[in-house]
C-alpha cells in the first residue's frame, strides 16, 4: 500500500522470517492478483532470500541468530547509511531476553539512524495476562519475552539499555484514545459498532506500542 500511493522516497521493503513462512508468503503473493501484478517476479538466490518488483525483498532467517539477520539485509541491499524503520510486531514475545536484545543492539549497532516500532504483549501476570499465556502455550508455544518484558517501563528500559535516546511508550488504549483521528474513529464505528467495551478495553490495555529512535533524522521524527 505505501509503495503504491508513492508515500516518501523509500528505497526498500526487507521483511524477515523463518524460511517456512516465507515460502507461504511466496505462495500467498501467487495467489492474489494485486499482489503480483506489484511484486512479481520474485528471483530468489542461493541464501533463500528473494527480491521482488516493488522494492520487496523477501529474507529467510531465524531471528535469533542477530549476525545473520544483519549479514542478510546488507547482502540484500539494506542501506546502513539510510533511517531505518525496523516494524516488530508480536515477535518479540516469542523470543528469550537475550535473543531479543542481542538482535536489537546488533542493528542499532549497524543501522546509526533507526527508528523500532514495537507492537507487543504486555502485563502477564494479572488474571487475564495469564490466561493469555495460558492460551498460547495449549498451542504448544511459549512467550518467554512476554514474561521477561511486564510492563511498558521494562519495554522502554530494553531499548534504554541499548542506546536508544529518545523512546515513548504507550498500551494500545492509551493509543486508542490518543492518537487515532476523530473522523477515523467515526469510520470504524460505522463498520462495526462496539458494544463489548470493557472486555475490548482490557485486551488493548494488554498490547503496547513503543517507539524507540536513535541518529539525528529519526529522533527529529519522533520528538
Known amino acids: 500500500k505505501i509503495e503504491n500511493e508513492k508515500i516518501g522516497p523509500i528505497k526498500g521493503f526487507f521483511e524477515v522470517d523463518f524460511p517456512s513462512v516465507?515460502?507461504?508468503?511466496?505462495?500467498?503473493?501467487?495467489?492474489?492478483?494485486?499482489?503480483?501484478?506489484?511484486?512479481?517476479?520474485?528471483?530468489k538466490n542461493d541464501s533463500g532470500t528473494a527480491f521482488c518488483q516493488g522494492k520487496y525483498h523477501i529474507i529467510s532467517s531465524d531471528l535469533r541468530d542477530s549476525k545473520n539477520v544483519s549479514n542478510l539485509l546488507l547482502s540484500e541491499g539494506c542501506d546502513p547509511l539510510t533511517p531505518t524503520l525496523f516494524l516488530v510486531e508480536c515477535v518479540f514475545a516469542y523470543m528469550t531476553k537475550e535473543d531479543s536484545q542481542s538482535l536489537i543492539e546488533e542493528?542499532?549497532?549497524?543501522?546509526?539512524?533507526?527508528?523500532?516500532?514495537l507492537y507487543e504483549m504486555v502485563n502477564p501476570n494479572d488474571s487475564?495476562?495469564?490466561?493469555?499465556?495460558?492460551?498460547?502455550?495449549?498451542r504448544g508455544y511459549r512467550l518467554p519475552g512476554f514474561i521477561a518484558f511486564?510492563?511498558?517501563?521494562?519495554?522502554?528500559?530494553?531499548?534504554?539499555?541499548?542506546?536508544?535516546?529518545?523512546?515513548?511508550?504507550?498500551?494500545?488504549l492509551q493509543v486508542f484514545d490518543g492518537?487515532?483521528?476523530?473522523?477515523?474513529?467515526?469510520?470504524?464505528?460505522?463498520?462495526e459498532p462496539l458494544?463489548?467495551?470493557?472486555?475490548?478495553?482490557?485486551?488493548?490495555?494488554?498490547?503496547c506500542f513503543v517507539l524507540a529512535a536513535s541518529g539525528s533524522t529519526c529522533e527529529k521524527f519522533l520528538e
Open 128 to 138: 487475564f495476562g495469564k490466561m493469555m499465556n495460558k492460551n498460547i502455550e495449549m
Open 22 to 43: 516465507m515460502e507461504r508468503k511466496m505462495k500467498a503473493i501467487q495467489k492474489f492478483p494485486i499482489l503480483k501484478s506489484m511484486l512479481l517476479p520474485c528471483v
Open 150 to 172: 511486564p510492563s511498558l517501563e521494562s519495554q522502554s528500559r530494553r531499548f534504554e539499555e541499548a542506546g536508544f535516546a529518545l523512546i515513548k511508550a504507550f498500551d494500545m
Open 179 to 191: 492518537f487515532i483521528l476523530t473522523e477515523e474513529l467515526e469510520r470504524m464505528s460505522s463498520i
Open 107 to 117: 542493528l542499532k549497532s549497524l543501522f546509526s539512524d533507526c527508528i523500532f516500532v
Open 195 to 207: 458494544d463489548e467495551l470493557e472486555e475490548w478495553e482490557l485486551i488493548m490495555t494488554h498490547y
